[in-house]
T-cell receptor, first 111, second 114 residues
Framework: RKEVEQDPGPFNVPEGATVAFNCTYSNSASQSFFWYRQDCRKEPKLLMS???SGNEDGRFTAQLNRASQYISLLIRDSKLSDSATYLC????????????FGQGTILTVHP | SQTIHQWPATLVQPVGSPLSLECTVEGTSNPNLYWYRQAAGRGLQLLFY??????ISSEVPQNLSASRPQDRQFILSSKKLLLSDSGFYLC?????????????FGDGTRLSIL
């Protein structure tokens, strides 16, 4: 089993659609969680941290379920510019801040 | 604000040649520093991390080495490149209390070995 597993995608959605990505992680001692976005041939960029109570940033909502070891990202009112690969990222609690990255889910938003 | 610089952006090298990629961070002190590689169509693989000057830990055995000669400088090297060293190399930093902090990436170096 992979340490961080994501929906394989790809997701192809029209502008304005709502899309949700799921992610599961294997280590129950995991301490922190993030969603990153990576555009084609670019570096990953932090989209948002994921907090235990869930959190929202504009059109993006992240949820964490520690009991099920599950993280989600919801994007509302999709824009063309949301097209990218979304990476689920987990810190399993190492002192040096090692992050474990999922393979990513490709999202394409079309007109 | 903190910034991270990585160069060169692209590099084409022959098999057997040496390599030196450099990364510097500005606007923070004593960051944790990381080197990753991303092969085409694959996920990010952590190669090295450093929690301080001269302190380097390797995550996977390989043909590469890393050094941290100054607090905010991280260098990735190889004496003789292999074809399998091709990929997208990313440097990243995180702040003090790194166990719950995100990492921030440089623009990356796209390395092609011929």
């Amino acid at each position: 089993r992979k340490e961080v597993e994501q929906d394989p995608g790809p997701f192809n959605v029209p502008e304005g659609a709502t899309v949700a990505f799921n992610c599961t992680y294997s280590n129950s001692a995991s301490q922190s969680f993030f969603w990153y976005r990576q555009d084609c041939r670019k570096e990953p960029k932090l989209l948002m941290s994921v907090y235990s109570s869930g959190n929202e940033d504009g059109r993006f909502t992240a949820q964490l379920n520690r009991a099920s070891q599950y993280i989600s990202l919801l994007i509302r009112d999709s824009k063309l510019s949301d097209s990218a690969t979304y990476l689920c990222v987990v810190n399993f609690g190492t002192s040096y801040g090692k992050l474990t990255f999922g393979q990513g889910t490709i999202l394409t938003v079309h007109p | 604000s903190q910034t991270i610089h990585q160069w060169p952006a692209t590099l084409v090298q022959p098999v057997g040649s040496p390599l030196s990629l450099e990364c510097t961070v500005e606007g923070t002190s004593n960051p944790n520093l990381y080197w990753y590689r991303q092969a085409a169509g694959r996920g990010l693989q952590l190669l090295f991390y450093s929690v301080g000057i001269g302190q380097i830990s390797s995550e996977v055995p390989q043909n590469l080495s890393a050094s941290r000669p100054q607090d905010r400088q991280f260098i990735l090297s190889s004496k003789k490149l292999l074809l399998s060293d091709s990929g997208f190399y990313l440097c990243a930093w995180s702040g003090v209390g790194a166990s719950n902090q995100p990492q921030h990436f440089g623009d990356g170096t796209r390395l092609s070995i011929l």
